[in-house]
């Protein structure tokens, strides 16, 4: 650890020394503009519905997948709910560590007795629990969007946006049942129990079973590649880059020694965690994701709390708003759309990058992790995103924050002030949580480009050492270096992953559904048993 630490920050500094330079940052920015342009225009490209308004592709393929996933298994985000909660609770871990048929299958007195004594030998492959997968997933999904995005939301397409982000949340959770339910059925099991999953395995193999395996294998290295480019710049470049602004804004330090330094400090907590892979990924958020969202959620029910009056005219203004359209440029579509991007880009539904982290997961149903990678979506955007716009909404009738229909540039300062207006200095917490956020967001995309990078290079130790010291340094460089049209690419990477894999998704949608089954008939038989009288085994793991 000590070695590798030491050689990453032999080999960072003359990138630093590099990077500080203005003119070279602009010099980085201009090329990449000049060369990734017509990617980014692609991935982003907004198709004309009117003179007034325009949608991106991206989003319309984004929120017609969920849309489609909602209704071909019946309702599973809402019919779900509550299964992936006991989950979650651990409640059905006995039947997805040894499996039903194995616990409650036989019902013969001498089966039963035997069972107790041999129920520790058959275990399920994963490295972690469902807690931890959905916080590791949580990690990278939760940030800086749900605090800077949705004000930059509401200042384009005014309160009526928070109602269609809540619907692009909840559309969102069938999108994450179908691909985390893949990520899980597909993965591959290393010797040592190393697990290896994510869309890249399940379009290779899934689409191999359908007779598609050579699209198969393009759909897969495209996703690679993709996950790789978006970890290093949406992942990684531009969270380093914002919380460094915020950590010198905090402490009013001037020049680019304190992002410097800063940026040095975030590349070796990271690195120690990363080190460690998936496990103690998991290890650092279950207990961070938790904290931070807890804090910040907590910040906004003291202001509903204070300002309760408030409350029912914001939810008026947020409907009237959602189907009016009033004052908004592309009136009632223009604030649709607002509304169903924010929320479709913070939880990365249909993206594939969850499935990687949910993969990891002790279960011998698939499924068990679909259903519990649908609370994703949920708290990330209808619980967070809608917290964060009730605050600003509720806050504006009386302190004039923000104009609607007035796009804002930072939208970081505008959720600060609307907390400061109720609780004094709260935007000193609230930096400190979008620090934590990038912190755990950068850790869990650090995870995903892995994932992509060993599925094109190999697996082996020295090979994901490259990877995790290109990582960290490009922590330092973003935290330092203006990004531009390095945080575009970045962000095209990211979304252009929506395509492959939104494809195979919808091509193995049987295999979904078949799973789908065969876990809620396990849970079904388990039920059975304990009604008959059978003991709950659980209690004995």
Known sequence: M???LLSLSTFLF?????????????????????YTGWFVEGIFYEIPFSETFQIPWVLIVLIG??????FYFKLINFTGFFTAIKVVRGKYED??????????????????????????????????????????????TVGLGNIA??????????????????????????????????????????????????PMYYLKKGLAEKGMGGLGKVLAILFAIFVIGGSIGGGNMFQANQAAAQFVQLFELEGTSGAMWFGAVIAIVVAFVIIGGIKRIAKVTEKVVPFMAGIYVLGGLIILGVNYMHIG?????????????????????????????????????GVGSAAIAHSAVRTKYPASEGIVALLEPFIDTVVICTMTALVI?????????????????????????????????????????????????????????????????GRGKIKELVYKALFCIFIWIGSVISLGSVIDFSDAMIFAMVVPNIIGVVL???????????????????????DEGLEDLSKHL
Request: hydrophobic share 45%; aromatic share 12%; with cysteine.
């Open 393 to 457: 909404v509720i806050t504006n009738f009386d302190n004039n924050i923000i104009q609607y229909g007035v796009p804002v540039a930072e939208g970081v300062q505008i959720t600060a002030v609307a907390f400061d207006s109720v609780i004094p200095h709260f935007s000193i917490i609230l930096t400190i949580a979008v620090i934590l956020f990038a912190v755990s967001t950068m850790i869990s995309w650090s995870y995903y480009g892995l994932q992509g990078w060993i599925f094109l290079f």
């Open 313 to 349: 005219d914001a939810f008026s203004l947020i409907f009237e708003g959602a189907f009016s359209g009033l004052g908004i440029a592309g009136g009632l579509v223009g604030v649709m759309i607002q509304g169903i991007r924010r929320g479709a880009f913070s939880n990365e539904a």
């Open 149 to 198: 995005g949705v004000a930059v939301a509401l200042s384009i397409g005014g309160p009526g946006a928070t109602f269609w982000m809540i619907v692009a949340g909840l559309l969102g959770m069938a999108s994450k049942f179908a691909e985390c339910t893949l990520g899980v059925k597909f993965r591959d099991v290393g010797p040592d129990g190393t697990v290896y999953g994510g």
């Open 2 to 4: 000590k070695k590798y």
């Open 14 to 34: 003359p990138f630093i020394i590099f990077a500080q330079e203005q003119t070279t940052s602009e010099k980085i920015d201009s090329i990449f503009r000049d």
């Open 95 to 140: 039947i997805e560590k040894h499996g039903a048929d194995t616990l409650y299958g036989d019902m013969t007195p001498n089966e039963q007795e035997n069972l107790i004594e041999t129920i520790r030998d058959d275990s399920a492959d994963g490295e972690v629990s469902h807690f931890q997968a959905l916080t590791a997933a949580l990690s990278a």
């Open 65 to 70: 997948g969920a849309t489609y996933f909602t």
């Open 508 to 530: 193995l949608t049987p295999v979904i559904r078949k799973e789908l089954k065969k876990y809620m008939n396990a849970i079904k038989i388990k039920h059975e048993a304990i």
